[in-house]
């Protein structure tokens, strides 16, 4: 027999439908009306999907929340106990600290405590107080951790009120681990007798099931089967029909499989109208599955789906929680509690420093409100400050708001410490030594609050480095150095009220470089707030006059800047002072000598201190400050007329082409054989001195040429020997680069001014030469620019004088003192004293003629000998110049620097220092 393809197709659809939905009953009730058994494949049923029952075998421990704790506590008991065997102190305190974090979070840190982990408290303190005093003959990390975890112990103990259980512990050791024997093996009977009863229950209830299907079986096979493909077609009844119960799935199931029954049509597979579709009941939950709990956050958003709520950047509004409930007793151990609580969530995701700084403010309301104690409000206090610098980052600044709310909480601090010197707040005192209530021992309590104002000084240092300088803002945050000076000012008051030196000349550094670099005070105002911007522009903010103010600034002493460096340093030189402060104190004294014009006094300083000899083992900072006080010491020579003393202390800033990197005044992104990374750049940037304090750069260049002019031009004017005898190779250079030029143009820039004045004085022209110098634009920024100039022009005059005897003595036999007089327009003593002095250095062969008043030549042939000498010696000086010219492009490009330069004075060269990176710097006088 065989069967189109057509037919075959269907017969197949059809069995598979069948077989889709007998599986969809339970069980096939009708194979007794059938001709022929079909067995049908029960579908397998994965593991996981089984129930209880299916498992018979498996044995299901269900423990309480208090077993699992108490499970928990003994688990960590016994690792402490493993550890301390072992003589392993540090993972011992691990251990312990982990186990006490569970207790606080689980609030059993009182009487309801595990005996399991009382007994180990105890025993834990015996060893600590064997192995303490043994702690010398531990290794380092050992006898830290035996320290710390005997004040760990102490404080668990203290903070807790824990006394009274370890000596009832003490007392009767055995009954209480009986009783936590006991307490624990409750609750795993009650569960056993529990399941016992569960299973009797769910047997019968199981067994009635069975009866009651087994009559429903009975009464279902007597009907006769209904047809309902009319109401079907018509559409009055849904296609729940076939997910009732078991018995009426089965029978319809049997009859189509049969060929009988009812006829299939499309509304049968058609998909249920929304209108029609029926809500199921949830899942109920398993009596052993426990419902999930909402987070804090979950329950804040439900708190807030009523009215009245709004969303800001799609997250919903929460409310603010209250930080105790209204029946809680708050006392001094409650709101302790609560501030470790707060303080705690410092660093961790979904907490700000704003939200945390809010609710200790919320708290430290609640301590005045109830009046527990102005200690424990300075404590709160000191946590909002410490939270105030969470904010800062590297790279970024405060802003004037912060920064101001920040110096307000600080002030709070020194007003009520200074008003009230029972309360003592120092680094020193330890966690277990606080103590803020109990008025018959002293009120002390840990904090730093000098390091506050530091970090606050460094923060507005910050803002300023990273302030356009150029744009207003830059001028508004000036004005809070006034601010921030009297902050240094109180706090220095507080430290000479403890009597403590190391803070106080902390402070006395900050207030001399807030003023070592200032020519004169401007009286600031010292109580200074912001100004925001609002619709009609910038708004200055009103001052809070409830917050406690404190000014101790004197106008009349601060006036003479001079007399208060003074006083300041002599404070700073004392023994007693540690070394950094000393360096430092020196060098913003010999700036602010400089500064003012006193030039025997900063040199004599400088040599005196030695500070050349070993600058360069001290920090960078100090060393950026080394260099600022060495330039600024070199324009105070170039005022005072020293040219060759200006150019020794300029010359090793400016020879290495790294002249604001040496003094901190810019950043060199990359140089020749030099690669910076990103680090070194953030490093190098918050480094910066602010631009109010800088050196201006032009005024310094202009400084460094006119001083090598004056000292290299009569040196080229002697001719082979200045060949190797180099004074300054930035300025020969630029020198030898300005000659070669084939056409050169006016000169605009002071470089190009100092270069011209050089050709026209090498040639003997000194008004011309003088003309170049007096049309720079450093006049307008020297102080005292008409004596300066004044002085420079003689300079010149005497040294054209000089190069031109270099270069034409050898056309004279004798030159008279007048002409020489009358050339360079200087007295005739002068003429004679210039000329004396050059006889005598050997460096013109001549003698004084006194009765015609005229200078005789002397002419003096090399012989042979004396020829080769000088040119193997011309050759020896070319080769060791190209020799470090291929050394500084290996090693950077620092600039080539001769070893031959003129010693003065009749002094040795020191060694040099500074900022220098691989090299070192050098100073003469």
């Not at 009487?111 to 005093?133: D, G, R």
């Not at 681990?177 to 009977?189: N, T």
């Not at 009523?306 to 929680?321: D, S």
Request: proline share 4%.
């Amino acid at each position: 027999l065989q069967f189109s393809a057509p037919s075959c197709a269907a017969a197949k659809e059809r069995e598979t439908m069948s077989r889709f939905f007998r599986a969809a009953g339970d069980s096939s009730s009708g194979s007794e009306d059938s001709d022929e058994e079909e067995t049908v494949q029960q579908p397998r049923v994965q593991k996981f999907m089984r129930e209880d029952s299916e498992s018979e075998d498996e044995v299901r421990v269900v423990k309480s929340k208090e077993q699992k704790f108490r499970d928990d506590v003994a688990e960590h008991v016994r690792q402490i106990r493993n550890k301390r065997n072992n003589n392993d102190w540090a993972k011992t305190e691990e251990e312990f600290s982990a186990t006490v974090q569970m207790l606080k979070t689980a609030r059993r840190l009182d009487s309801t405590m595990p005996k399991s982990f009382v007994k180990c408290l105890v025993e834990l303190t015996e060893a600590v107080e064997v192995a303490y005093p043994q702690r010398k003959t531990l290794n380092k990390l050992a006898a830290s951790a035996v320290h710390k975890l005997r004040q760990n112990i102490r404080k668990l103990v203290k903070d807790n009120k824990l006394e009274p259980v370890i000596e009832d512990f003490k007392a009767n050791p055995q009954e209480e681990e009986e009783e936590e024997q006991e307490e624990a093996a409750a609750p795993a009977e009650d569960k056993k007798k529990e399941k016992k009863k569960g299973g009797k229950k769910k047997d019968e209830s199981d067994s009635e099931s069975e009866t009651e299907s087994s009559d429903d079986d009975g009464k279902e096979k007597k009907k006769k089967p209904v047809k309902k493909a009319d109401k079907d077609a018509d559409g009055g009844e849904s296609d729940d029909s076939w997910f009732q119960d078991q018995s009426d799935s089965s029978s319809s199931s049997d009859e189509d499989e049969r060929g009988g029954g009812r006829a299939w049509t499309a509304a049968d597979f058609l998909k249920k109208k929304p209108e029609e579709k029926k809500q199921r009941a949830p899942k109920q939950p398993k009596h052993h599955q426990q419902q999930p709990k909402q987070t804090d956050q979950q329950e804040d958003e439900e708190a807030d789906d009523g009215e009245g709520a709004f969303t800001v950047a799609g997250r919903p509004a929460r409310k603010e929680k209250p930080l105790f409930s209204m029946d809680q007793d708050i006392t001094e151990k409650t709101v302790l509690d609560k501030m470790h609580d707060i303080v705690s969530m410092r660093g961790k995701k979904g907490s700000t420093p704003a939200e945390i700084i809010k609710s200790l403010q919320k708290l430290r309301k609640i301590v005045e409100e109830k009046k527990l104690g102005l200690a424990l409000s300075v404590k709160v206090l000191l946590s909002v400050v410490a939270t105030n610098f969470d904010e800062a980052s590297v790279g970024s600044f405060w802003n004037a708001v912060t920064w101001h709310n920040c110096h307000d909480n600080i002030m709070e601090l020194f007003v009520t410490v200074i008003n009230h010197p029972e309360i003592k707040v120092s680094p020193s005192v330890a966690d277990e030594e606080e103590n803020l209530s109990d008025a018959s021992k002293p009120l002390q309590m840990c904090g730093n609050l000098i390091s506050f104002v530091e970090r606050l000084d460094d923060e507005y240092i910050r803002a300023l480095q990273h302030v356009d300088p150029h744009s207003p803002e830059y001028i508004e945050r000036l004005k809070d150095e006034g601010v921030i000076y009297n902050m240094i000012c109180v706090a220095a008051k507080y430290a000479a009220q403890i009597k403590d030196n190391e803070e106080l000349c902390r402070m006395q550094l900050r207030r001399v470089e807030h003023v070592y670099f200032k020519r004169e005070y401007l009286p600031i105002p010292r109580r200074h707030r912001p100004k925001v911007e609002a619709d009609g522009g910038p708004v200055e903010l009103a001052i809070d006059e409830t917050r406690p103010y404190m000014n101790v600034v004197d106008d009349a002493e601060e006036a003479d800047i001079s007399a208060l460096m003074d006083r300041l340093c002599k404070h700073l030189y004392r023994p007693n002072s540690p070394d950094r402060i000393r360096t430092r104190a020196i060098l913003c004294h010999i700036y602010n000598h400089a500064l003012f014009d006193r030039w025997f006094t900063a040199r004599d300083l400088m040599l005196m201190s030695h500070l050349q000899e070993n600058i360069m083992h001290s920090d960078v900072l100090t060393q950026i400050l080394y260099n600022r006080t060495m330039v600024q010491l070199g324009l105070c020579a170039f005022r005072a007329g020293k040219i060759q003393d200006a150019h020794n202390a300029l010359h090793d800033i400016w020879v290495g082409s790294r002249v604001k990197e040496l003094l901190a005044q810019g950043v060199i992104m990359n140089q020749k054989g030099q690669d910076k990374t990103a680090e070194e750049l953030t490093q190098e940037r918050r480094r910066q001195v602010p631009f109010h304090m800088h050196i201006n750069m032009d005024m310094l260049e202009c400084v460094y040429y006119i001083c090598s002019m004056l000292l290299e031009i009569p040196n080229l004017a002697k001719g082979a020997e200045s060949r190797y005898r180099i004074i300054s190779k930035p300025f020969r250079r630029q020198l030898e680069y300005y000659c070669s030029k084939a056409f050169c143009a006016p000169a605009e820039s002071p470089r190009d001014h100092v270069l011209a004045a050089a050709l026209a004085m090498k040639t003997g022209d000194w008004k011309t030469a003088q003309t170049h110098i007096e049309g720079l634009r450093l006049w307008v920024l020297m102080p005292n620019a008409d004596k300066v100039k004044r002085s420079v022009c003689v300079k010149i005059q005497e040294e054209s004088m000089r190069t031109y005897l270099f270069t034409y003595s050898g056309f004279y036999d004798s030159i008279s003192l007048s002409t020489l007089s009358d050339m360079f327009g200087l007295e005739e003593a002068a003429v004679h004293s210039i000329v004396s002095k050059m006889i005598i250095n050997e460096e013109l062969q001549a003698s004084h003629d006194q009765p015609t008043r005229t200078i005789v030549i002397h002419r003096a042939d090399h012989t042979p000998l004396q020829g080769l000498a000088l040119a193997f010696a011309e050759k020896t000086g070319q080769f060791v110049e190209n020799n470090e010219r291929l050394l500084d492009t290996v090693n950077g490009g620092y600039g080539y620097r001769d070893r031959q330069n003129v010693q003065t004075s009749g002094r040795p060269r020191n060694s040099r220092g500074g900022f220098q990176g691989n090299r070192r710097n050098r100073v003469r006088f």
